[in-house]
């Protein structure tokens, strides 16, 4: 009898990029050489919100979560000495992901490559912005559209290239159930091709159709997530067949990447995360029906801070180990026929088909982002309460919390940071690049690139034009907030109290207790200062707090020290919240401290919440903030009675 032939290993990747294009670019290198056989590309936020390094938002953010890249020199250094028609590159992009692509597209021909070799990735989801990760620029429309730009100027231009990664990971990372993760992504790839399907010819449209990859997160719960990636499988297959009439097998393939779950990783015996990141890897590569084609792991340090190179090799180890010491490859789908798999996956369909049911009723995804957001961050506090309330064990955290503490902590806290100097470094070049470029080039470039904007064309021609021209990032941007306007997402957290108030009457009688020695509603403004669009933390503590009886003031991410400190003032705040997650606390809070004495409101306590190491909790503490909470503080409800301590204005406060 003769031996399955063995399968080929999925991508092996690590999403990668910090500081500087060179450092970044060195790192990749590294990684290459250790054995990764695809890149993902990690962009810092001004990148991916469509600033320069030198903007006012951009302040305290320069290389914290990725890369910065604001111009053809930048993205030029970044692949230095890396053949770019041998690689398979993910870019996690998605606001400027045109203006990405057509920096890559042009440092590969720089390098002498036929763009039609070039093989990778953009993320390039606007919707799962709106809903979890908040990088978008514009309203959904025009952001739909410079979608189906990316995919039209693909399918015709680079062949082998993904112009979309429909990406669920966000998803689950908001909260999302299974079966939202399902149909939410599933609803935002049919808004896609609905949008796709006039602008190619009708015998073309299977092709363009069969580029259309997914993003997707794997958790914990391994059978349940293995289950949700045949359910994948079979929903996409079903909705290409049925709702596009194609044929086709390969065209209908449910084709993924995945990086399992970080939003499980915890910051108490961080060590446990290595185990939790196997455990998820399995789900979505055994299954050999369902198998990723790419994985990328996060590292066992992540909930700390910015993993070291030892640390993702270690992750990269681990796919190594699995894709060719164990005998995986070797064998047929392990679990067709069995009965339970079997049920679970036709129980996630049933319930996916329900919801994407619902949303088609509202007008598909772009009609449904409100009501999606609202069921995330609902989804999200259920999830939390099961957490507090013990019925969802949690290693380390909720149970079996008594450990010894880790050796793999050096005396640096386990992690890497970001020089402070980088940003001014980065500015610098920003400067020195403006000043070397022509500028009437860049003028009829940008000239050219609005008015293709404004006429409806595809903008991937004149994005490449102006990439060559030397335009900047924030220029690219500005010329698409200029045409399609600015969007600010729904928070999904709405003023009136929810049916999860169980639990919290003792709390609610102190903030009732409080409110009337103070004269009016305790006000609580929650705010997220920076471009760190991750809300989940910020949502759930203002979602906890209104619950709990207090009169919350939350606007959403991207706001400024400035404006914080203006609501601050206008509101009369009793207490203000900060949730930052970027590594950009130190001059954030640092410029809002002095904003806060500036407007004499020194006497309002300021509370921060983050990934924030030990070193830099004392830091903050020393300019004033009264509490410093970190993933560790997952009881929201000792949150809550901080807060009504800190602006208790009688003796209850010392009961």
């Known amino acids: 009898m003769s031996q399955p032939q063995k399968d080929r290993p999925w991508l092996i990747r690590t999403y990668a990029g910090h ?5 970044s670019n060195a790192l990749y290198r590294a990684n290459l050489a250790k054995g990764q056989t695809g890149l993902s590309v990690a962009f810092d936020l001004p990148t991916q919100t469509g600033y320069d390094s030198d903007h006012v938002l951009a302040r305290g953010e320069v290389g914290k979560v990725g890369v910065p890249i604001c111009h053809l020199g930048d993205m030029r250094q970044l692949f230095a000495d890396i053949p770019l028609e041998q690689m398979n590159t993910s870019m996690t992009i998605n606001a400027t992901a045109p203006w990405l692509l057509a920096l890559y597209i042009a440092v590969a021909e720089e390098q002498g490559v036929d763009p039609k070799a070039l093989q990778g ?8 912005e709106y809903l979890s990760r908040g990088t978008y620029i514009c309203p959904p429309k025009p952001s739909l559209k410079m979608i ?25 990372e908001a909260g999302a159930t299974p079966e939202q993760e399902l149909s939410f992504a599933l609803a935002t790839a049919i808004a896609v091709l609905d949008e796709l399907r006039p602008r190619v010819p009708e015998a073309d449209f299977p092709v363009l159709a069969g580029r259309i990859s997914f993003f997707v997160n794997a958790g914990i719960r391994f059978v349940t997530e293995m ?14 067949h049925e709702r596009y009439g194609i044929e086709d097998p390969k065209a209908r393939r449910f084709r993924y990447g995945v990086q399992v779950n970080s939003l499980g990783l915890t910051e108490q015996q961080p060590e446990n995360n290595v185990y939790r990141i196997l455990i998820e890897m399995l789900a979505v590569t055994l299954s050999k029906k369902a198998r990723a084609r790419a994985v990328q792991l996060p590292a066992w340090n992540e909930a700390l801070g910015l993993p070291r190179p030892w640390d993702q090799q270690w992750s990269m180890r681990m796919q190594q180990i699995l894709a060719y010491e164990t005998d995986l490859l070797e064998f047929d789908d392990l679990f067709d026929g069995n009965p339970a798999v079997d049920r679970k996956v036709e129980a996630l369909k049933e319930g996916a088909r329900h919801e994407l049911a619902t949303l088609e009723s509202m007008g598909g995804a772009i009609g449904a982002i409100d009501y999606m957001k609202a069921r995330l961050v609902d989804s999200n506090a259920e999830r939390l309460n099961r957490i507090e309330r013990n019925e969802t064990v949690v290693v380390g955290v909720n149970k079996f919390t008594t450990g010894e503490p880790s050796p793999l902590m050096d005396e640096e806290g386990g992690i890497m940071t970001v020089d402070p100097a980088v940003e001014a470094e980065q500015i610098g070049r920003l400067n020195d690049w403006k000043a070397a470029r022509d500028a009437a080039a860049v003028r009829d470039a940008l000239a050219e690139l609005r008015t293709a904007a404004t006429e409806g064309r595809n903008i991937m021609p004149a994005s490449i034009k102006a990439a060559r021209a030397g335009v900047t990032t924030g ?33 609610r009688e102190e903030v009732n207790a409080v409110s009337t020695q103070l004269g009016r509603r305790l006000k609580f403004l929650v705010g997220k200062p920076g471009l760190d669009g991750h809300s989940n933390g910020a949502e759930q503590i203002a979602f906890r707090a209104r619950d709990c ?92 009675r901080d807060i009504v301590r800190l602006v208790d204005p009688g003796p209850v406060a010392a009961e």
Not at 164 to 172: E, F, G, I, K, P
Not at 227 to 240: H, P, Q, S, T
Request: hydrophobic residues 40%; proline residues 5%.
């Open 148 to 172: 189906g730009d990316v995919a039209e100027y693909c399918y015709k231009n680079i062949p082998k290239w993904n112009p979309m990664n429909v990406c669920s990971y966000h998803l689950q």
């Open 19 to 23: 500081s500087t294009a060179t450092a």
């Open 549 to 640: 009886g207090m009169d919350i003031d939350y606007q959403g991410i991207r706001l400024t020290p400035e404006e914080l400190v203006r609501a601050a003032l206008d509101d009369e705040a009793h207490v203000v919240g900060l949730s930052i997650l970027s590594g950009s606390h130190i001059p954030l809070v640092e410029e809002l401290m002095q904003r806060m004495k500036d407007a004499g409101l020194t006497h309002i306590p300021v509370i921060v919440g983050g990934i924030i190491p030990e070193e830099d909790a004392k830091r903050l503490r020393a300019m004033g903030v009264a509490r410093v909470y970190t993933p560790k503080d997952f009881e929201l409800n000792t949150i809550m």
């Open 475 to 507: 220029e690219w941007a500005q010329q698409m907030r200029a045409v399609h306007g600015e969007y600010r997402g729904p928070t999904g957290v709405s003023s009136s109290p929810s049916n999860k108030t169980e639990g919290l009457e003792e709390i």
């Open 227 to 240: 289950c949700k990636m045949r359910a994948f499988v079979d929903l996409w297959d079903e909705i290409v």
């Open 121 to 128: 990735t953009v993320q390039n989801d606007l919707i799962k």
